[in-house]
Every structure is written in structure tokens, then in C-alpha cells.
């Protein structure tokens, strides 16, 4: 008696692929935007105006010594 060994495709999915593809486009979107919004530029600019007296504050330390 022979058996023969039974071959299993360990493949992922095609919509799961998809799905995190589109994920991780998203999340990098966002990111970049969220950088961007600190640094003045993009929807998320306002965040700009939060973050300069930090930075300026942090600035100023860093000449003083």
C-alpha cells in the first residue's frame, strides 16, 4: 500500500493581499500627511502652528547650550 503525500498551497489569498496592500497605501498616506501638516504643508497644516512654539522653544535651548 502506497500513499501519496498530499500537496497543500500555503499561497495567501489574492483579496487578503489586497487588502493589506490597500492598508498599508493608506496608513502611509496618512503619515505622510501628518508630516507634512508638521512641517507647514498639506490638509494637515494647521498642526503647523501647534508645533512652532515647541520647535522654536526647543531651537532656541539647543543654541543656548
Request: hydrophobic share 40%; charged share 10%; aromatic share 8%.
Given at each position: ?40 504643508y ?24
Amino acid at each position: 500500500m502506497t500513499t501519496t503525500p498530499v500537496k497543500t498551497s500555503s499561497r495567501t489569498p489574492p483579496h487578503v493581499v489586497a487588502y493589506r496592500s490597500v492598508t498599508a497605501t493608506i496608513a502611509v498616506l496618512l503619515l505622510l500627511s501628518f508630516g507634512f501638516g508638521l512641517a507647514g504643508y498639506g490638509p494637515f497644516s494647521p498642526l503647523h502652528s501647534l508645533v512652532s512654539p515647541v520647535t522654536h522653544a526647543l531651537h532656541l535651548d539647543r543654541i543656548q547650550g
